[in-house]
């Protein structure tokens, strides 16, 4: 007599409860109400790009939103955002060099949007020019300290460097700028 054995195939994974859906999607948008205009300032810093900065802040929550399962913490949620909007910032620059290479430009001539040169004064502007001329690794290094005032751990965890590392660089691109800006005078 033979047993009647059905095969079981493996179940697919569950999906994820559409309580912990809610639950990202409050906080996600918690986190974006209180921090976004922030990082958008921080990237127009480094981007001197209202548009490209929205975009990349906007894809940085988006990916918090999609990666919020994993988070060991839900502190640690900011961190996971600024992160991304500085690794976004460094894509974007990078696209762009390679966009001037393959054009054939030398530079690129941006001009700021109407209202952005309504809101920044004559003054800020050229210390924004002169923080943008810098290298990226400088410039990173003095809009986390000096513009988000982070301290010189969370630089370095943003940063994916040592914090000697964070100090060498802080240090050589406060020289740099203040030899830009007194040229520039």
Same mark, same amino acid.
């Given at each position: 007599?033979?047993?009647?054995?059905?095969?079981?195939?493996?179940?697919?994974?569950?999906?994820?409860?559409?309580?912990?859906?809610?639950? %990202?999607?409050?906080?996600? @948008?918690?986190?974006?109400?209180?921090? %976004?205009?922030? +990082?958008?300032? =921080? %990237?127009?810093?480094?981007?001197?790009?209202?548009?490209?900065?929205?975009?990349?802040? $906007?894809?940085?929550?988006?990916?918090?939103? &999609?990666?919020?399962?994993? +988070?060991?913490?839900?502190?640690?949620?900011?961190?996971?955002?600024?992160?991304?909007?500085?690794?976004?910032?460094?894509?974007?620059?990078? &696209?762009?060099?390679?966009?001037?290479?393959?054009?054939?430009?030398?530079?690129?001539?941006? %001009? !700021?949007?109407?209202? *952005?040169?309504?809101?920044?004064?004559?003054?800020?502007?050229?210390?924004?020019?002169?923080?943008?001329?810098?290298?990226?690794? $400088?410039?990173?290094?003095?809009? =986390? &300290?000096?513009?988000? !005032? +982070? !301290?010189?751990?969370?630089?370095?965890?943003?940063? $994916?460097? *040592? &914090?000697?590392?964070?100090?060498? @660089?802080?240090?050589?691109? =406060?020289?740099? +700028?203040?030899?830009? =800006?007194?040229?520039?005078?």
């Amino acid at each position: 007599m033979k047993a009647n054995v059905t095969e079981v195939s493996p179940l697919p994974p569950e999906p994820e409860p559409p309580a912990r859906r809610t639950g %990202a999607a409050e906080a996600v @948008t918690a986190l974006y109400e209180a921090h %976004a205009l922030g +990082l958008i300032r =921080l %990237a127009v810093v480094m981007l001197g790009d209202r548009p490209a900065a929205e975009d990349v802040v $906007q894809e940085a929550f988006c990916g918090l939103y &999609r990666r919020w399962h994993a +988070l060991s913490e839900e502190a640690n949620a900011l961190a996971y955002v600024r992160s991304s909007v500085i690794n976004g910032c460094r894509t974007a620059l990078r &696209r762009r060099v390679r966009q001037l290479t393959l054009a054939g430009f030398a530079e690129a001539g941006e %001009a !700021d949007s109407p209202e *952005s040169a309504v809101l920044l004064g004559e003054e800020h502007r050229q210390v924004l020019l002169a923080i943008r001329s810098l290298p990226s690794r $400088q410039r990173e290094a003095l809009v =986390l &300290r000096y513009y988000l !005032d +982070l !301290d010189e751990a969370q630089i370095a965890s943003c940063m $994916q460097v *040592s &914090r000697g590392t964070v100090k060498s @660089t802080t240090s050589r691109a =406060l020289a740099a +700028l203040g030899r830009i =800006l007194e040229d520039q005078s």
